[in-house]
């Protein structure tokens, strides 16, 4: 019994640093490799012009503050072209320009590490979304307002 117990206790000590080990390794890819900011900003959703303005007008004087980009933020329902009655709840993030987004987030494929470009006529969803809605390159996807 004590070297089952003891056997047993060896296990969930392995495991448990092994389940640390590959988390620590997923943050440090996320938030050093793919997303490359600082610090992150949100308005207010009903924030008027003069606001807006107001805001940017400091973040670019601000010495403090090397770069910015405003990305408009919300969450949504993503909808796949098959079921419309199944979908995701997620957050989209729509740039206000491309100039200089690659200097805050990196779009790349997990495994083949190949860099995706964001343009005008398309969206980046991430791998897990495309096989829950049963997605893929080339496909219609619908944003639903609200959840």
Excluded: W
Aim: charge should be positive; charged fraction near 30%.
């Amino acid at each position: 019994m004590t070297v089952f117990g003891i056997g047993t206790c060896m296990g969930l000590l392995l495991t448990g640093f092994g389940i640390r080990d590959s988390v620590f390794d997923i943050t440090g890819i996320q938030y050093s490799d793919l997303q490359k900011y600082q610090g992150q900003g949100i308005y207010q959703e009903n924030i008027n012009e003069n606001e807006e303005k107001e805001i940017n007008k400091f973040l670019s004087t601000n010495k403090q503050i090397k770069s910015f980009v405003p990305i408009y933020f919300k969450k949504t329902k993503v909808l796949g072209k098959e079921d419309k009655s199944l979908g995701q709840n997620v957050y989209i993030e729509v740039p206000k320009t491309g100039k200089n987004l690659s200097d805050f987030l990196i779009f790349r494929d997990r495994s083949s590490h190949k860099n995706y470009k964001l343009d005008n006529n398309g969206v980046i969803v991430t791998e897990k979304l495309a096989k829950e809605l049963g997605i893929e390159r080339g496909d219609k996807i619908t944003l639903k307002e609200g959840n």
